[in-house]
């Protein structure tokens, strides 16, 4: 009896663990291969704030967003 439920309990545990691991890679490799921004859009926003950037600034920007990847 008890060792059933100490079974389910490690079972959940291992397989929370292992989910959390798998999800966590998964969407790094993700974020990886899909950017969620990119040079495009960071000329978009600095146009639509009245700057006109240019591509040192959109390489700074992109090195600094890159840095949170």
């Known amino acids: 009896m008890w060792m059933d439920i100490l079974y389910v309990v490690i079972g959940l545990l291992v397989g929370g663990a292992l989910g959390f691991f798998i999800s966590q890679r998964y969407t ?38 890159s840095k949170y990847m």
Do not use: D, F, H, L
Request: hydrophobic residues 30%; positive net charge.
């Open 28 to 65: 790094k490799s993700y974020m990886k291969k899909n950017p969620p921004i990119n040079e495009e859009m960071i000329k978009a926003m600095m146009t639509q704030m009245g700057r006109k950037p240019s591509q040192k600034q959109v390489n700074q920007m992109m090195k600094s967003m």
